[in-house]
């Protein structure tokens, strides 16, 4: 069993930046492939990034590559994500996921999730 808190939403003016933790409970964290994914009002939940147990290989949706970064330090039992160059767009409510042995970009591999924090990109 995983329990997975997110922290570090907020409110951000378009262009701004924010930094999402994911804490991790358990001594496995390394074992479990991580992701981020986000849902904005009246959408389906969407794959934002996801990162291997090492953190050797990470996964990008297209609509935040070059923008977003994903990192893990497993000595913390955390995951980060961090969103640089914010639009309006990235709205949503942030979830992360884990997934035992390897990361996905499919919303039904993961077996655990957190219950969401909440970004908002002002205009």
């Known amino acids: 069993q995983v329990q997975l808190v997110e922290s570090g939403g907020g409110l951000v003016q378009a262009g701004g930046s924010l930094r999402l933790s994911c804490a991790a409970s358990g001594r496995t964290f390394s074992s479990y492939g991580m992701g981020w994914f986000r849902q904005a009002p009246g959408k389906e939940r969407e794959f934002v990034a996801a990162i291997s147990r090492s953190g050797g290989s990470t996964y990008y949706a297209v609509s935040v590559k070059g923008r977003f970064t994903i990192s893990r330090d497993n000595a913390k039992n955390t995951v980060y994500l961090q969103m640089n160059s914010l639009k309006p767009e990235d709205t949503a409510v942030y979830y992360c996921?884990?997934?035992?042995?390897?990361?996905?970009?499919?919303?039904?591999?993961?077996?655990?999730w957190g219950q969401g924090t909440q970004v908002t990109v002002s205009s």
């Open positions: 996921a884990a997934r035992l042995w390897v990361a996905g970009t499919g919303i039904s591999e993961y077996d655990y």
